[in-house]
Structure formats: C-alpha cells, structure tokens
C-alpha cells in the first residue's frame, strides 16, 4: 500500500525517452507559419493550406493555436510532424487534446482532427483511405466528436468510431483515447465513452502527428473553426 512503508508507489515517468516517446504540446509559442507552429515546429501541408490563426489565451487554457480551415470547397489545411515520426504504435500509447470549436463556424461546412496518421497529406474524412487514430469532427457525420480508428488498407469508411459526445463551443473540452491490448477506450473530460475495437489498426506502420481542417463549403473559406490549447501524445518504445 502507498505510505505503508513496505511498498513505495512510483509514478510512471513518461518522460524517459528510452521508454517512451512523447511530444507535448501547449500551443504557447507565437508562430504561427508553416514549418514554425507553436514551440514544436508542426509543418503546414495541403492543398492552399492557411496559417493557425493566434488567438490570445482564455480561462482554461495553457496558450492557444486557431485552427484555420482552407479556402476552397473540399480543400484541406493538414498540420503534421512528419519530419519527426512517431514510429509504431504498440498497447500503452495514449493522447489528450484539448480543444474549444468556433461558435457558428463549423456547424455546416467544416471537418477537423487531431491524432496519428499514416500520410502526411490526406484529411482523414469518412471518405478518405487513409491509416488514422484520433479524433474527428465531420459536418457529413453528424454534430458530434468521435474518436477514430482508421485502416487505409480497407479503402475508405473502413473505420470504427465512439461517439464522444455534442461538440462545446463555449467551454474548453478534454478528449483522451489509451490504446490497450483489448481496444481503444475512449474519454470526454475524464469520462469513458466507450471502447474501438482494433479491427481498423494498422500495427506495422510508421505514425505521424496531425491537425487538420477541412472546408466543405467555400462560402465559409479560411473561417478559423477550432481552437486547440493542448495535445499530448505518449507511446511506449519497448526500451528500458
């Protein structure tokens, strides 16, 4: 038992980067142009991609990033960290965002994700093939965040999601997924919303970090449509 004297507790040092590979990222940085976002120099990719806008920081947040949709009908803005893989992903790996979406400016027109992904220039839509774990809000889903698990080798819509609840455009919301041997759980503000199965997980691959936008309708072109304060992304190395 902790404090009894016979055991001592020990908390995990995610943080020995033989045993794990982190990035964290709290957005306090004051770029905001490709190959200089924020502190961790997230790279700007995609068809007439658009700057993260700088917003000044509010309540609950720890600095803040706008996440700027393209200007054109379909086109993308992708912000990625391909130049530094995360590598493969094995059970333990975990990732917490934290984000606030822009009243009235996504509802009908947009898409945007946060998580891993296999490409560094496709947006991870229902409609895409593409490797993906993470987080996504489609306006051609429904109004809701969902975690996603993706598998670009079964072509697109090959995926299994769990519904994360109504997007909050007034309050900053805290989304976790943990990837276990069994499936990948997922969170809202600390509360378990259900579990992916690993159906759609390609394990052989190399991952990368993503954020993107995506503009379904170009009367709403370059609209800044999510804020993001937080993203943290764990995965264990098999080192010592």
């Known amino acids: ?25 709290r957005f306090y940085g004051v770029n905001d142009a490709s190959a200089s976002a924020a502190m961790r120099d997230w790279y700007r990719i995609g068809t007439n991609p658009q700057n993260m806008a700088t917003p000044a920081a509010s309540a609950g947040s720890m600095g803040t990033k706008g996440i700027v949709a393209h200007t054109g009908t379909n086109d993308h803005t992708i912000w990625s960290q391909y130049y530094a ?65 993706k598998d670009a080798a079964g072509g697109a819509g090959a995926e299994t999601t769990v519904d994360l609840g109504a997007v909050d455009t007034t309050n900053w919301t805290t989304y976790r997924l943990v990837y276990t041997s069994t499936g990948v759980s997922g969170y809202t503000n600390g509360v378990l919303k259900g579990t992916a199965a690993l159906t759609h997980l390609d394990t052989a691959r190399v991952w990368i970090n993503a954020m993107s936008a995506y503009n379904v309708s170009a009367s709403d072109a370059s609209q800044r449509i999510c804020d993001a304060t937080l993203y943290d992304l764990i995965v264990p190395t098999g080192g010592w």
């Open 1 to 25: 038992m902790y404090g009894s004297g016979s055991q001592s507790f020990s908390p995990v040092n995610y943080d020995n980067p033989l045993r794990y590979y982190r990035l964290t990222e």
């Open 85 to 149: 893989d995360v590598g493969p992903l094995v059970p333990g790996a975990a990732l917490t965002i934290r984000v606030r979406p822009q009243a009235g400016a996504f509802s009908a027109n947009a898409a945007f994700t946060f998580g891993v992904q296999g490409v560094a220039n496709v947006a991870p839509r229902v409609s895409a093939g593409i490797d993906f774990l993470g987080f996504r809000y489609d306006t051609g889903v429904d109004g809701n965040w969902h975690l996603v698990v």
